[in-house]
């Protein structure tokens, strides 16, 4: 319960002696009145300095600096508004609730992008230990970080998960655990980076189709058809994908991990025809506050890895919503922003896409170009066009 301070109480000090002022009028002559004057005012002096001499003895009037430096006179107002207003503090602070992070403060998101060359693997070397141990062997001198996608487009999952839903679904396609590949890239001198694709998963939508967008008037899972393989997609607000991500956020961060990139965090490209078919969310304007939703659950279960957002530079150039809500509105701590031969020259650009969060330039190619330099960058060598 809040209590209301009560107002500080104003006393007013009325006069002791009220005055009686009789003014008379003799126009018979000036001169007596002036002379009455000059009698009262003597015989008042004489009477009234004894008095007053004696009540200042007394301590009847206290000046206010008197007041001020006398610490036995205090308002006691004052002293019982301020017990009033701690009591009310305490009471507010016994009964704060406790709330998911929302703030950048409570999210811990880095300042700004960390100095990065890196390179991203490939899944097949993932398979075994002598595959990876090849793969670091083969790797570009100069670099500082090592890319490794754990779950990619599609839902497989590259590593041995205990996530117990994509065990079940059959998502796991390698046998490595997060610690035996984090270690061998670590004995290498890199920085191991998580990977995972997050919302362009089929496995786990037909397995578990309330976590994909369903046609209303059939229940049945709606495809994607607008690239050559139909695809299914995972839906940002669906409890099922939060819970399913969240436990590969937390688990990558068990494992040591410090930075985990998410691609496909986006929408699919719904026809129109098919959106009064589907649940509202997928046609709405500011639907990409489902995506901070999502976000903001893996943070709640990995709240000290960074997340990344990777974000495909030319859908950022022709003015892609959802690439441009990723880069100003979603809580990242970072973006890895794709370009290429064909876009070079709007490298400026897209290292100022956002004004909120850091970018990270990610060439898609075996080597870093000579021009524009780069200070940090990814080589994607499996995304080159």
């Known amino acids: 319960m809040k209590i209301k301070p009560k107002g500080r109480k104003i006393y007013r000090r009325k006069d002791r ?29 004489s009477v009234g300095a004894p008095i007053l001499a004696f009540l200042q003895e007394k301590n009847f009037f206290v000046t206010e600096s008197e007041n001020n430096n ?66 670091l062997e083969e790797l570009p001198e100069g670099l500082s970080h090592v890319l490794v996608p754990l779950k ?11 996530v117990q839903d994509a ?7 390698a046998v490595l655990s997060l610690d035996k590949i984090y270690e061998m890239i670590t004995a290498k001198g890199y920085e191991p980076v998580a990977v995972i694709n997050a919302l362009q998963d089929d496995n786990y939508a037909k397995n578990y189709s309330a ?11 709606w495809e994607d058809k607008s690239a050559a393989e139909t695809r299914l997609w995972l839906s940002p607000e669906s409890s099922l994908t939060q819970d399913y991500l969240s436990a590969f956020a937390e688990e990558i961060e068990q494992a040591n991990f410090k930075i985990l990139v998410c691609e496909g965090l986006s929408f699919p490209n719904f026809p ?15 639907r990409y506050q489902a995506l901070t939703d999502l976000l903001v659950a893996m943070r709640t279960n990995a709240p000290e890895i960074s997340i990344f957002i990777r974000i495909d530079g030319d859908n950022a150039l ?49 080597e870093a170009p000579k021009t524009p330099k780069l200070e940090s960058y990814v080589l ?6």
């Open 17 to 45: 002696f009220e005055h009686a002022k009789h003014v008379r009028h003799n126009t018979a002559s000036v001169i007596m009145t002036f002379l009455l004057a000059g009698a009262i005012g003597f015989v008042g002096y």
């Open 167 to 173: 065990v079940k679904s059959s998502a796991v396609q």
């Open 272 to 286: 129109r025809s098919d959106l009064d078919n589907l649940e509202a969310v997928c046609g709405d304007t500011d």
């Open 211 to 221: 976590s994909s967008y369903l046609k209303k008037d059939t229940g049945e899972l």
């Open 70 to 135: 006398n610490p036995e006179i205090t308002d006691t107002t004052e002293s019982e508004e301020n017990t009033e207003i701690t009591e009310t503090t305490e009471i507010i602070e016994t009964t704060e609730e406790i709330t998911e992070p929302t703030t950048e403060e409570q999210l811990g998101f880095i300042q700004k992008a960390p100095d990065m060359q890196g390179y991203e693997l490939d899944i097949s070397a993932l398979m075994t230990e002598t595959a990876l141990e090849q793969a």
């Open 152 to 162: 990619i487009n599609g839902g497989g999952v590259y590593y041995a998960t205990s």
């Open 318 to 366: 022709f003015g892609d919503l959802e690439t441009m809500y990723a880069a100003e509105y979603l809580p990242a701590d970072c973006l890895l922003v794709t370009m290429n031969a064909e876009n070079r020259n709007d490298v400026e650009t897209l290292k100022s896409l956002s004004t909120t969060v850091p970018i990270i330039i990610e060439w898609q190619g075996e």
């Open 380 to 385: 994607n060598p499996e995304s080159e066009s």
